[in-house]
């Protein structure tokens, strides 16, 4: 409790130096934007000062986390042939890879070519840290794995020990990252989604 | 007709297993041990009546259920960098007041690539895109004309041009996996709501 008045003014003090460097970031920008900044600030600073937005961290190793909810970015490099591997893969599952739920923690996947097939994009939204994550997916779905990420340059295989290392090398943290349920994992979804199933099922019996 | 519906899908599905076995032929040998190792579910999860094909999310994008994706990348001005990281910074990397309004977004990342040059803008939603670029456009649009305005040639959101701005930077997911498809963000809200009360309620009765 004291603690958290001691270090009020100092937090304050942190949020108006950032709203300077902010303006100070904006001073060459164009005019729309300052115009826009300056729309933006009082609800900006408010919130900021009122500390309602949670605040991002590391997902452990790599990567950024809001409340329970965690993000990866991958780019890689395809091998040869990589592309149409995977292509067709992803064209047979009609573009759902429903394997994904195998992956208890995963909220969203997705699969994006760039660059004239040269180079892959892989982004995924998950549950808690980056570690027992990539754990889950070499447990859980192993020859999955190893079925895309043979399609990139230099994929040592899930089940090597270099395996963290490499996605570690082509994963980019995000730099902003918002969830909007960030207290809500994939289980506990579940769990929600049974509550209001026997909830519904209960004021019908009442109702009948 | 249900029968051969099923039976052409079966024969498709067997046509594409083929395909997919000539493929791997030339893979990496770990790569082509692992197809072996699913190819058998992979066929069963693709002939499956209640597998969900990905659609179209409308203009451009993808989805599933009611969950879309948008996959962005924009070449930054110079200096942009600096000025998109100084916004987020301010925000704890957390840019939560503008896209708690819009209402449909489930997730959003700002990712600086290629030596700070472009950003990948990826975000997870509810529903059409049109309607989706619409929400953005009414709800906060002084927010995004903050954080694009560093996009090259943006022409700001009230702009007739910003959708086929959009349309020409967005690159279409080929695969995308949602755990709860037919989860949107308001449902989910009232099933957190509901779990509360139902919590409160079981407290009640066992208090």
Do not use: C
Request: hydrophobic letters at 40%; glycine letters at 6%.
């Amino acid at each position: 409790m004291a603690t958290a008045t001691a270090s009020r003014p100092k937090q304050d003090l942190t949020v108006e130096e950032k709203v300077k460097q902010l303006r100070e970031a904006f001073r060459n920008a164009p005019e729309m934007a300052r115009v826009a900044l300056e729309n933006a600030l009082p609800t900006l600073k408010s919130l900021v000062m009122e500390a309602q937005s949670e605040q991002t961290e590391s997902a452990g190793r790599i990567g950024v986390r809001l409340g329970k909810v965690s993000e990866l970015t991958v780019i890689a490099p395809f091998a040869a042939g990589g592309a149409e591997r995977l292509r067709t893969v992803l064209q047979l599952l009609n573009g759902n890879f429903s394997a994904g739920k195998k992956v208890g923690t995963l909220h969203d996947m997705r699969f994006v070519f760039l660059d004239n097939d040269t180079r892959f994009l892989f982004a995924t939204a998950f549950d808690g840290e980056w570690d027992p994550y990539i754990d889950d997916f070499a447990t859980q779905m192993p020859d999955e794995m190893d079925v895309i990420f043979s399609a990139f340059e230099g994929w040592p295989g899930i089940h090597n020990p270099k395996v963290k290392d490499w996605i570690v090398k082509h994963q980019i943290p995000a730099d902003g990252w918002y969830v909007a349920h960030p207290d809500l994992s994939v289980a506990q979804t579940g769990r929600l989604k049974r509550i209001g199933k026997a909830v519904d099922e209960f004021l019908d019996k009442l109702n009948a | 007709m249900a029968t051969t519906m099923a039976a052409d899908k079966k024969a498709s599905v067997e046509e594409k297993i083929q395909e997919l076995r000539d493929l791997y032929a030339d893979a990496p040998p770990l790569g082509k041990k692992a197809l072996e190792n699913v190819i058998r579910e992979l066929q069963s999860d693709a002939a499956s009546p209640t597998a969900r094909p990905m659609e179209s999310a409308g203009r451009v994008g993808s989805r599933v259920g009611k969950v879309s994706e948008l996959t962005l990348i924009v070449p930054l001005l110079p200096g942009g960098a600096k000025r998109l990281r100084a916004f987020l910074r301010l925000l704890h990397g957390n840019p939560q007041a503008g896209a708690d309004r819009v209402g449909t977004l489930h997730d959003m990342r700002f990712v600086f690539l290629d030596n700070d040059t472009k950003l990948l803008f990826a975000t997870a939603y509810d529903g059409d895109w049109d309607a989706y670029i619409d929400d953005f456009a009414t709800k906060i649009p002084d927010y995004l004309d903050l954080m694009d305005t560093d996009w090259e040639g943006w022409p700001g959101i009230r702009s007739p041009q910003v959708k086929d701005y959009l349309v020409k930077h967005q690159v279409t997911a080929e695969g995308w996996y949602v755990a709860n498809p037919d989860l949107t963000v308001q449902e989910a809200r009232r099933l957190q709501r509901l779990g509360k009360a139902v919590d409160e309620f079981l407290d009640k009765l066992n208090g």
